[in-house]
């Protein structure tokens, strides 16, 4: 049971390149998040999905895009990278319901130069 | 949205007791308090949730005032381990369940 795996760990871009970071959980949970976190900042939202074939927007959702496919995976797109778009990106999952916990990957660090 | 007011950061002698504040004015009666750390740059961590009644588990406790417009939430045996910064959560029930993060209380615990 790994949880919640996010690939790449780590990943350099010039601008106006695109990659996609994977995000794939093995608890069958229903919920999954996508989140940001800058240096000395806490966490921000960027995308999340209720279920397979769901997408919503959070707090910050300007230059991404997101698929959930399939239940166990959550991708985030970045079309045309910017330097701005450097961070730390944490993808979550939870099984949904009112009081669930979030389970957190270890983090997936992008510099775009 | 309910938000959150944390203290930025607080320090914390060794094998005391950690009792980290958290504002909630307008929070709504069907939405939980939600705590979380994060240590360095790893994921953060779930540690406790609550809706009105006082919680416990193996990592800390949770005590919400009557009003539900404040909770602290208390680590009885503070350790350098415990160093992190923790967040303060209400989650918002009928958003999909999405967490909204603030900046969190950078605990500093001390020898």
């Known amino acids: 049971n790994a949880g919640v795996t996010q690939t790449p760990k780590f990943r350099v871009l010039k601008t106006g390149q695109s990659m996609t970071l994977l995000c794939a959980q093995d608890?069958?949970?229903?919920?999954m998040y996508w989140y940001r976190q800058d240096p000395g900042m806490g966490l921000r939202l960027i995308h999340y999905?209720?279920?397979?074939?769901?997408?919503a927007k959070g707090e910050v959702p300007d230059g991404y895009n997101v698929s959930r496919l399939k239940k166990q995976n959550f991708l985030l797109g970045l079309e045309s990278a910017a330097p701005s778009q450097t961070s730390v990106y944490f993808c979550a999952s939870n099984r949904g319901g009112q009081s669930g916990e979030l389970f957190f990957g270890e983090g997936s660090r992008l510099t775009v130069l | 949205d309910a938000k959150t007011t944390q203290p930025p950061s607080m320090d914390c002698a060794e094998g005391r007791a950690a009792n980290l504040p958290c504002n909630h004015s307008?929070?709504?009666?069907?939405?939980?308090v939600y705590w979380y750390r994060q240590i360095h740059s790893q994921g953060p961590q779930y540690i406790i949730h609550?809706?009105?009644n006082n919680e416990t588990n193996e990592m800390a406790s949770l005590i919400i005032t009557e009003d539900r417009k404040s909770s602290t939430l208390i680590l009885p045996h503070a350790t350098l381990r415990d160093t992190a910064v923790y967040y303060c959560i209400v989650r918002i029930y009928n958003q999909g369940g999405k967490l909204i993060f603030g900046q969190g209380t950078e605990l500093s615990v001390k020898p």
């Open positions: 307008t929070i709504s009666g069907n939405e939980y």
């Open positions: 608890m069958n949970h229903e919920y």
């Open positions: 609550g809706l009105k």
């Open positions: 999905s209720v279920g397979e074939g769901t997408t």
